[in-house]
């Protein structure tokens, strides 16, 4: 069965340094991989989506790769903040009308950003 | 704009009892999706409509069940309600409805309780 795992260990880092959280997934063949952050009683808001022949993208601090040989993809947020400080989850997604609208989401990883 | 937005906010049932949660998309978005969050399990997909129809449909049981009316906003409802319904439950909304390459947009949840 597809599986989706994040590191299930809080990270903990020093404000300024780079996080970099890991995403792996396994009997599963995604279009697109997503990146969102959720911060405690929120829904999840959405911050970036790499797509399979894409390699890296970046969005101001953030910046994600996917590996498709590896079936993994990694996320870090650069000059970290304490308000970087939420979990964040990976969600890779098919695509197509068959698939529209279901995402399978990893556990997440909570970060700490300390000041 | 108005973002995703879903009432009510917080609700306390009784095992047996029925109850229907709403989501509001936002404007132009017509793919609405519902996920039920629970600490063991994560995020895990409950179904999605487009255009009225349903065009997914996770791994529950049948007590769980949605619509979507003319307008985009949708319900969804739980009925003979378990102890282990007791989640919080997100509502999103997307733009396309071949994929999700513009990521979800989220509401804040229903938090429900189950006594």
């Known amino acids: 069965s597809q599986k989706i795992e994040q590191n299930s260990e809080a990270l903990n880092i020093q404000e300024g340094k780079t996080a970099t959280l890991t995403c792996n997934y396994t009997n599963y063949s995604p279009a697109y991989l997503q990146w969102y952050r959720q911060d405690p009683g929120r829904g999840p808001v959405f911050l970036l989506l790499?797509?399979?022949?894409?390699k890296e993208k970046r969005k101001e601090r953030l910046k994600v790769t996917f590996d498709t040989t590896l079936k993994q993809s990694l996320f870090h947020i650069t000059a970290s903040q304490p308000a970087d400080s939420a979990t964040y989850l990976c969600a890779p997604g098919r695509g197509g009308s068959g698939n529209t609208g279901k995402l399978i989401f990893g556990q997440g990883t909570t970060l700490q950003v300390k000041p | 704009k108005a973002g995703v937005t879903q009432t009510p906010r917080y609700l306390i049932k009784t095992r047996g009892q029925q109850v229907t949660l709403s989501c509001s998309p936002i404007?132009?978005?017509?793919?609405v999706s519902w996920y039920q969050q629970t600490p063991g399990q994560g995020l895990q997909f409950l179904f999605e409509?487009?255009?009225?129809?349903?065009?997914n449909k996770g791994n529950f049981p049948g007590r769980f069940s949605g619509r979507q009316f003319s307008n985009s906003r949708s319900e969804m409802n739980v009925s003979t309600l378990e102890l282990g319904d007791s989640a919080l439950y997100l509502c999103a909304s997307s733009l396309d409805n071949r994929s999700l390459f513009y990521g979800y947009t989220f509401g804040s949840g229903t938090r429900l309780t189950v006594v």
């Open positions: 790499i797509r399979e022949n894409e």
């Open positions: 404007s132009g978005h017509r793919s």
């Open positions: 409509y487009f255009s009225e129809t349903q065009r």
